[in-house]
């Protein structure tokens, strides 16, 4: 396979990819060969026929500290405008059709909560801690902060979070619905392992749907995105696997999807 420096990649049975973030040294800071690297590897996933779920980590002690900021500290304007530098492919990440789970243990601030947000869901160790401490560098969120978080938080503390750039621990990101779970952190793998592989014995076909239709919320009025979802459901009864889903539920067997 494709040699990586800043991540590494296994898959588990064979049907989960798996993506660590892996600059321990600069707790995971993003820097653009990571995050080039990054989505090479999940485009690779999302291309995999045998992969139905991915899984992006860090390490215990950060899932990523945000963008590097050795790396941005002396760029001026004019060469972040022009080279789109420090953002310029993190929007590719959400181009991956298949589901992606952040789990997320310690440090996930700035450009690595941010990280997180892209993903479709985020479970959390109870050591997690989330932040968008930009603001103490003079700067705001660059890669969707301001926008991801309030769409999970609410304004209020999406606002608080931007500008006083104060951490979140896990108790508090799950009440605020930030994360969707919350576990001990020697049962974070297995908890996010476990999700993922239920996802991938599920229909790709289904999942990529409601995948879809789930994003859409975020981007149409309640009527369109509601229409949205009837064409996609509706459009899920020419599948083979509807047929398989409905007939194993009424005849009391375990579906096997074809993904057809
Ligand atoms: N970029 C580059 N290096 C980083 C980094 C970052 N975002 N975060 C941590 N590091 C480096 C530190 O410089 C340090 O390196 P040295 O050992 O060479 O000194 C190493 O990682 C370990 O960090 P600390 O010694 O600071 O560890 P700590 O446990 O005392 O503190 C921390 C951990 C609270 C996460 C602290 O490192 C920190 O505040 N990091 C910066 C967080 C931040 O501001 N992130 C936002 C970046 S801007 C951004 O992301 C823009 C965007 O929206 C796209």
Redesign the pocket.
């Known amino acids: 396979g494709t040699h990586f420096e800043t991540i590494t990649v296994h898959t588990e049975a064979d049907k989960v990819g798996i993506v660590t973030l892996n600059r321990p040294?600069?707790?995971n800071?993003?820097n653009d060969q990571l995050m080039d690297e990054l989505g090479q590897a999940l485009q690779a996933f999302d291309a995999d026929p045998a992969i139905g779920c991915i899984v992006l980590t860090g390490s215990e002690?950060?899932f990523a500290?945000?963008?590097?900021?050795?790396?941005?500290a002396k760029y001026s304007f004019a060469d972040v405008y022009k080279g789109d530098y420090?953002?310029r492919n993190?929007e590719s990440i959400r181009g991956i059709r298949k589901p992606v789970i952040a789990a997320v243990s310690g440090?996930a601030?700035?450009?690595?909560c941010?990280l997180a947000m892209m993903c479709d869901f985020i479970i959390a160790a109870d050591n997690a801690r989330f932040g968008?401490?930009?603001i103490?560098?003079g700067?705001?969120?660059?890669?969707g902060?301001t926008q991801r978080l309030p769409r999970a938080v609410g304004k209020s503390k999406a606002m608080d979070m931007a500008l006083t750039g104060r951490m979140m621990d896990a108790a508090e990101a799950e009440r605020a619905g930030l994360v969707s779970r919350v576990v001990p952190f020697d049962k974070l793998m297995d908890e996010a392992l476990g999700a993922a592989l239920i996802i991938s014995d599920f229909s790709r076909i289904a999942v990529m749907a409601a995948k879809e239709s789930v994003n859409r919320a975020f981007e149409s009025g309640l009527s369109d995105g509601v229409m949205f979802e009837r064409r996609l459901f509706h459009s899920l009864f020419a599948t083979a696997d509807q047929k398989e889903g409905m007939d194993a539920f009424l005849t009391k067997r375990k579906a096997v999807f074809q993904h057809q």
Not at 109 to 112: P, Q, R, S
Not at 139 to 143: E, F, K, L, R, Y
């Open positions: 040294k600069q707790l800071a993003l002690k950060a500290a945000g963008a590097d900021i050795a790396a941005m420090i953002t993190w440090f601030l700035g450009g690595g941010e968008q401490p930009e103490k560098l700067v705001i969120p660059g890669a902060g």
